[in-house]
């Protein structure tokens, strides 16, 4: 039996009560992203490979790009009425409960498992498989999967080699190391498709994101001697150019490439909230400064829900990055 104290779990202990188990629910976070997406697939392909019952819970949509993933179509917020009381819930690529939702039914800890990569992680689960080093969640997975004794499968390597080419954006970040590249080109190996992750993830834009990203260029602002630059989108720009959410993802990266500047923020101030996105060049910790505001993320990329208007929002980002040095 799995002890109810949080704290970290070894891979034997993750392994074996993945073992004992017989139903798994696997759960990713608001807005999915590969990451959390492609860390569950993998682990609910390997462990249906073993006869166990996986199901999904995810309370946003597939997002477009990644609807390729294999078994994305199994993924919804609805679950069956006959889940059994001791399905083992798995958490991928969260610091808490609270970024699966608010549809998210009340669990008991001991059905709780818990894998990320986030520094900041709260240890929610009964078994808290938290590597802070992994560059994403689905490399925390791979560790998991031989000892579990399944077959990384072409499917499961897709999976898994689209979560580190989302955290990595496609191997540019600083948590690109020799061993990732290693990792990689072993999943290549066992038949993931990088072309296909490349094509689908980075090089198919709608004609919509790239006009928004056009705007939300055009009205950036350089703050701090053009140390911190940012930008905002609202339901206005989104219904200009018939975008939506999804069409945002982009444009960050953008603000954060301009020259000197340190600290980059996207206020996205549509569909009834404030969401703001956060990315650093290493000089300044972007996740202390969501912390200060409620979120959180990794040093480099953090995010978080503002209660409030966009002007406060600026307002507050600008004031936490400050704290932290900017
Ligand atoms: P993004 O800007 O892509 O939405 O988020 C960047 C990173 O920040 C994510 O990978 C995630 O780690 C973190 N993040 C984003 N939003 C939140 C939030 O509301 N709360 C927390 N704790 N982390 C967030
Ligand atoms: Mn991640």
Known sequence: MIQSEPRKATTEEV????????????????????????????????LRALGKRVHYFQQDPVPRNLRFLPDAD?????????????????????????RAGEFLPPLERENVLDIDHHLGNSHFGALNYVLSDECSTGTCVLRLLRPLGTKITPEIATCLLTTIMTDTGGFM??????????ISGELMDLGAD??????????????????????????LR???DGKFCWSLVDDAMLARFGADGEDTEEIIG?????????????????????????????????????GRLGGGGHFRASGLTFNGSAEAALAAVREALLAEGL
């Open 173 to 182: 970040h600083s948590n690109t190391t020799a061993e990732v590249l290693r």
């Open 254 to 290: 953008h603000l954060r490439a301009i020259e000197g500047v340190d600290v980059a923020a996207l206020f996205k101030a549509y569909d009834g909230d404030v969401r703001v996105s956060l990315r650093s060049s290493g000089r300044v910790n972007v996740q202390s400064a969501a």
């Open 194 to 219: 990088r072309d296909e992750i490349t094509e689908r993830i980075f090089a198919n834009k709608r004609l919509a994101a790239t006009r928004l990203l056009g705007a939300a260029l055009e009205t």
């Open 74 to 98: 199994r993924v919804a917020r609805e679950l069956p009425a006959d889940l059994p009381a001791d399905a083992l819930w798995v958490f991928c690529d969260m610091s808490d409960t609270a």
């Open 222 to 224: 350089l703050e701090e």
């Open 15 to 46: 392994v074996a009560e993945l073992r004992r188990r017989e139903a798994f629910v696997m759960v990713s976070h608001v807005k999915p992203d590969g990451d959390t997406l492609g860390a569950g697939l993998a682990l609910g392909l390997a």
